[in-house]
């Protein structure tokens, strides 16, 4: 069975910056293609980014020159740097294989961008 566990988020100021990461357990993480997504209050959970199996990547226009997706096949691990943080940037952010899996969901990490 597949784990995600998602982590790093927080409480940070505008124009701060955060490293999230998410640990995947249960799977051959090399080959999947992983995306990190977020969900604020009162919205539709959407897609921030996505990397392949041989590191393309890709962003929503939102993010895009603000954020970096990453990732480590030897610790299992995808990885989203986020820089220049907007008070919109404030949602609970997710990990998933992209296109995502409805049971692979884990808890969440929260961000939270305030001054």
């Known amino acids: 069975q597949v784990q995600l566990v998602e982590s790093g988020g927080g409480l940070v100021q505008p124009g701060g910056s955060l490293r999230l990461s998410c640990v995947v357990s249960?799977?051959?993480?090399?080959?999947?293609?992983m995306g990190w997504y977020r969900q604020a209050p009162g919205k539709q959970r959407e897609l921030v980014a996505h990397?392949?199996?041989?590191?393309?990547?890709n962003y929503a226009d939102s993010v895009k020159g603000r954020f970096t997706i990453s990732r480590d096949n030897a610790k299992n691990t995808v990885y989203l740097q986020m820089n220049s943080l907007k008070p919109e940037d404030t949602a609970v952010y997710y990990c998933?294989?992209?296109?995502?899996?409805?049971?692979?969901w884990g808890q969440g990490t929260q961000v939270t961008v305030s001054s």
């Open positions: 249960g799977s051959i993480f090399s080959i999947l293609t």
């Open positions: 998933n294989e992209h296109p995502s899996i409805a049971t692979m």
């Open positions: 990397i392949t199996s041989l590191r393309m990547t």
